[in-house]
């Protein structure tokens, strides 16, 4: 599975961005996908996640703010974000093919990733 990032920049706080993330092939045989993030100087950050394409699953930290669909018609992936903060900046990768990561904020990670794309959240 190859995945390509886009749609991230710079915004003020209090602002909304959409990532969206194509991937190779049908996302429908996938059986899940999901967006992590890393910050400057911090761990990658698994933030959200679909599986079976329909159960979606967030980090405490991005609830009621962040929101992960699919698009099968076009094979996307997109993660709407409001009232971002500055915390959120991040660089953000997007992934497909879960398996079970006891490690993981959401108990899951992705065997394949893009590259990412970087969201910067002005005070």
Not at 52 to 72: A, L
Not at 81 to 110: H, N, R
Request: charged share 15%; proline share 2%; with cysteine.
């Amino acid at each position: 599975v190859q995945l390509q990032a886009s749609g991230g920049g710079l915004v003020q706080a209090g602002g909304s961005l959409r990532l969206s993330c194509a991937v190779s092939g049908s996302i429908g045989s996938i059986n899940s996908v999901g967006w992590s993030r890393q910050a400057p100087g911090k761990q990658r950050e698994l933030v959200a996640a679909i599986i079976g394409g329909s159960t979606t699953n967030y980090v405490e930290s991005v609830k009621d703010r962040f929101t992960i669909s699919i698009d099968n018609a076009n094979n996307k992936v997109y993660l709407q974000m409001i009232s971002l903060k500055p915390e959120d900046t991040a660089v953000y990768y997007c992934g497909a093919d879960g398996f079970y990561d006891p490690y993981s904020a959401l108990d899951l990670d992705f065997r394949s990733w893009g590259q990412g794309t970087l969201v910067t959240v002005s005070s």
